[in-house]
């Protein structure tokens, strides 16, 4: 069992850097992979970056690239997105999510976090 709590969602302009976490609890934190999606208003969830188990591997969606790291500290249960040169097209409310695969798609995971929003003005 996993419980995921976003955080450091907010209200910037764009080109703005916004670094959001997500803390997990749960013993077995290291044994899932990490994404995080994001939903704009009227959208679907969309795949935004994800980080395997141990950290070595990473994944990011075309429109984030160069743009959205995602980093993970197993000893601290924490995974961080930072975010540089926001754009107004990147509001949305950011959700991590934990799954048993790599690269995590939406239907493989298992657990889930509240979201946090994102609100990029230009």
């Known amino acids: 069992q996993v419980r995921l709590v976003e955080s450091g969602g907010g209200l910037v302009q764009a080109g703005d850097s916004l670094t959001l976490t997500c803390a997990a609890s749960?013993?077995?934190?290291?044994?899932?992979?990490i994404a995080w999606f994001r939903q704009a208003p009227g959208k679907e969830r969309e795949f935004v970056a994800a980080?395997?188990?141990?950290?070595?591997?990473?994944k990011s969606a075309d429109s984030v690239k160069g743009r959205f790291v995602i980093s993970r500290d197993n000893a601290k249960n924490m995974v961080w997105l930072q975010m540089i040169s926001l754009k107004p097209e990147d509001t949305a409310v950011y959700f991590c999510?934990?799954?048993?695969?790599?690269?995590?798609?939406?239907?493989?995971?298992?657990?889930w976090g509240q979201g946090t929003q994102v609100t990029v003005s230009s």
């Open positions: 999510a934990a799954s048993s695969w790599y690269p995590p798609v939406e239907s493989t995971c298992d657990y």
């Open positions: 749960g013993r077995t934190f290291d044994a899932y992979a």
């Open positions: 980080i395997s188990w141990s950290g070595n591997s990473t």
